[in-house]
């Protein structure tokens, strides 16, 4: 069974490096994009991760049209806990909001919950490459 794919896009090659392994390391596939403009339409995909750090109207923007193509979830990377902030990112389609800097295994761990709501783990249960939780939780 091929793995699930996350789709990164992220314009910074620290983080964009860090949630490849991270993802990779638990079985995922990784798409990435460093500019919104290179973002085709993905089947198949368990989340989308946007971690710009353009100003937070153009990840607002990149959250619309990406909603607008699909209703994979959407975990948005902000730089401030404004409340302003985080309301703007919900209205603009992102299913969860996390602020900088955040730690891969939360965003590896609301991968495995937003995958069990899909169906998707109970699609791989069989495969034994994937992690249970238990695994998962150790090795970060």
């Known amino acids: ?34 500019r919104f403009e290179h973002v085709t339409a993905q089947a ?3 989340l989308i991760v946007i971690d710009l750090a353009q100003p937070l109207t153009e990840s607002l923007q990149a959250c619309r049209q990406l ?12 730089s401030t806990a ?5 309301l703007a990112a919900y209205q603009a389609g992102a299913t969860e909001c996390l602020i ?4 891969p295994a939360v965003v ?3 991968a495995l919950a937003w995958s069990m709501r899909g169906g ?15 695994q998962w939780l150790v090795a970060l």
Request: glycine fraction near 2%; charged fraction near 15%.
């Open 67 to 78: 909603r607008n193509l699909s209703a994979t979830p959407i975990l948005l990377v902000l």
């Open 82 to 86: 404004r409340s302003a902030d985080i």
């Open 1 to 34: 069974m091929k793995p699930a794919s996350v789709f990164v896009l992220s314009d910074r090659p620290e983080s964009s490096s860090v949630w490849a392994d991270a993802f990779q390391q638990h079985g995922f596939d990784i798409v990435h994009a460093q």
């Open 44 to 46: 198949g995909l368990l």
């Open 120 to 134: 998707w783990m109970a699609q791989t249960q069989s495969d034994q490459s994937l992690p249970n939780l238990a």
């Open 108 to 110: 590896l761990l609301k």
């Open 100 to 103: 900088c800097p955040t730690s």
